[in-house]
């Protein structure tokens, strides 16, 4: 058995070549001086909607932290294994980040669960409906709308549970202190796998629009 799967040498072959030998001296001061991004993203596990492809951005810019269904969980401090929260913590006390998104995406297997989900408690060893319950509310809302179609609810409770994380975020007390003295934006997005395109939530409204589409000509040029 090789050490690591033939395509991923490959790969890091391609990218030393490619991308480090471009990047090399943005890489060894980053070594250096440590990270300093501006942005925490949590974004979902699905292969296809990986944050750093998505806003083509460069090594040291987004602060990453991956989950299923891109959820934030409530402020719970309590001797439970905190993953995600403790990666929050992280990114905004230690590193002082200024802006957090919360990424969605079409077509999440996550959302899809917690819409298929029958209202039978949940076996202990079931890790995805656990942490899928952190939606309920909204997903048994979505559930009884007899008049959409599955996928119409589906991209519903995407949006919605974007809408749960925000509100989710505000219980940090650090990112509800930091965001009411101006030093931190919460942002919320969802993209679409099939075309590409991105959406971005109205903070005032909660809406989700396509900011390439709507955005004013001066921001857009
Ligand atoms: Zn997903």
Known sequence: MPLLPEHLLAGHDTFMAGRYAQEQSRYRSLAHEGQAPETLMIACCDSRAAPETIFDAAPGELFVIRNVANLVPP??????????????????????????????????????????????????????????????????????????????????????????????????????????????SIYGAWFDISTGELWAMDGETGDFRRPAVDRPPSAGG
């Open 75 to 184: 402020y719970q401090p309590d001797s439970d294994f905190h993953g995600t929260s403790a990666a929050i913590e992280f990114a905004v006390v230690g590193l002082g980040v200024r802006n957090i998104v919360i990424l969605g995406h079409g077509r999440c297997g996550g959302i899809k669960a917690a819409l298929a989900k029958d209202d039978e408690p949940l076996s202990e060893a079931d890790f995805i409906g656990r942490w899928m319950s952190l939606v309920d509310e909204p997903a048994h809302g979505v559930k009884t709308m007899e008049h959409m179609t599955a996928g119409e609810r589906q991209t519903a409770l995407e949006r919605i549970s974007i809408r749960y994380s925000v509100a989710n975020l505000r219980t940090f007390p650090y990112v509800a202190e930091r965001e009411g003295r101006g030093e931190l």
